[in-house]
């Protein structure tokens, strides 16, 4: 029994420690359905999905890199769109507290480069293909809750600045939340 003991506290000190990995993603699903006072009718459907795994080249500290894939599908009364977008970029995230603790709270930059393939069908069936990219820079704080040794619940929220394809000048801000799973090994 002290054997088993001993190993459980040795693996739960060692998840954010140097030489480690983080492993995570998430996946979502939304569907709206919208009819105004004016019976004009939207339908969107959403699909995403997205990964990050990193390495602590330091205790506390990470760097990896994120990937992501969403399907954006929307229909109007007079068009529909058919959206892919695929995103990858880096990240470094810094734990704040001590790595013992079984809740930590974490900060994290990231920047990410989203490629978007869009098809827009209007009413007559006439098809435009377009493709884009715009560069999104994220920080962002938030917490840990380790479950097991080497598995946590994550929260965070944080602020994004992203950029249209080279034009600076066509920017948006926005506030950004997320929960997922993350693996420490």
């Known amino acids: 029994m002290p054997f088993v003991l001993i190993l459980f506290s040795f693996f739960s ?9 983080l492993y995570g993603g998430s996946g979502a699903f939304s569907q709206i359905k919208q009819i105004d006072s004016a ?7 959403t699909v995403t999905i997205s990964g990050d795994v990193g390495y602590f080249i330091y ?9 992501g894939f969403e399907h954006d599908k929307r229909q109007f009364p007079d ?7 695929f995103n990858v970029g880096p990240f470094a995230r810094y734990y704040l507290m001590p790595s013992e603790r079984k809740v930590n709270i974490f900060s994290q930059l990231s920047d990410q ?3 978007n393939w869009v098809t827009e069908t209007d009413q007559n069936n006439k098809a435009t293909k377009s493709t884009t990219h715009d560069n999104r ?3 962002s704080v938030g917490f840990a809750a380790f479950l097991y040794p080497s598995i946590a619940l994550e ?5 994004q600045v992203a950029f249209e394809g ?11 939340a997320g929960i997922w799973f993350q693996i420490h090994h």
Do not use: H, P, W
């Not at 019976?39 to 459907?45: H, L, Q, R």
């Not at 080279?166 to 950004?176: G, K, L, P, Q």
């Open 39 to 45: 019976f004009v009718f939207y339908k969107e459907t």
């Open 13 to 21: 000190n060692a998840q954010i420690n140097k030489g480690s990995f």
């Open 155 to 159: 929260f965070s929220v944080g602020y």
């Open 79 to 85: 068009f529909k769109s058919n959206s892919y977008f």
């Open 137 to 139: 820079l994220t920080t």
């Open 166 to 176: 080279n034009n600076t000048n066509a920017a948006y801000n926005r506030i950004v």
């Open 113 to 115: 480069t989203m490629f």
């Open 59 to 67: 205790d506390k500290l990470c760097f990896g890199l994120n990937t």
